[in-house]
T-cell receptor, first 111, second 112 residues
């Protein structure tokens, strides 16, 4: 089975740094994705980790530790437009290689 | 531009009616997916198709049906058998090389 845990909600201040954690327990692992989703809109791709370590992309970074079943998304220099839900998704090892999603973390950026 | 188009964006249905949600992609992706999203829950997989004329049930397929007659199209029918159909429905296709999912804008279905 698959189990993916993320905090439900977080609040952070404009200009600050926030870290959104994701822990997972899956029967197979073939990569972890982070998506951003604004209310009522489609999720958009942020990052992909398949090996341990940090992937940096502008203000966003994502970290993976496969041995710990743990990832985080780091957002720097927060802007008001970063208020959104952030979805952690794990890619399985089944023939379909489907993605399994966590419930998402709703981030609110305040002035 | 390449992408995924879902329609309609908003849909109202009376109880007992079937309704079909359209999903079209021009990304030349083989695999397509339908997810349902409810408040406080993660995306849940309804059906997926890895190739034309083939599809598989996801985790919550009961009350739904799909077809995949063309590579570009993967319509979802919400039948009257679906007991709680009010939700936000997302269609996606997958880049087989990277595994990344590309999503449509979603269809919000409300049953009156």
């Amino acid at each position: 089975g698959q189990n993916i845990d993320q905090p439900t909600e977080m609040t952070a201040t404009e200009g600050a740094i926030v870290q959104i954690n994701c822990t997972y327990q899956t029967s197979g692992f073939n990569g972890l994705f982070w998506y951003q989703q604004h209310a009522g809109e489609a999720p958009t791709f942020l990052s992909y980790n398949v090996l341990d370590g940090l992937e940096e992309k502008g203000r966003f970074s994502s970290f993976l530790s496969r041995s710990k079943g743990y990832s985080y998304l780091l957002l720097k220099e927060l802007q008001m437009k970063d208020s959104a839900s952030y979805l952690c998704a794990v890619r399985g090892l089944t023939g379909a290689n489907n993605l399994f999603f966590g419930t998402g973390t709703r981030l609110t950026v305040i002035p | 531009d390449g992408g995924i188009t879902q329609s309609p964006k908003y849909l109202f249905r009376k109880e007992g009616q079937n309704v079909t949600l359209s999903c079209e992609q021009n990304l030349n992706h083989d695999a397509m997916y339908w997810y349902r999203q409810d408040p406080g829950q993660g995306l849940r997989l309804i059906y997926y198709s890895q190739i034309v004329n083939d599809f598989q049930k996801g985790d919550i397929a009961e009350g739904y049906s799909v077809s995949r007659e063309k590579k570009e199209s993967f319509p979802l029918t919400v039948t009257s058998a679906q007991k709680n159909p009010t939700a936000f429905y997302l269609c996606a296709s997958r880049n087989m090389n990277t595994g990344e999912l590309f999503f449509g804008e979603g269809s919000r279905l409300t049953v009156l």
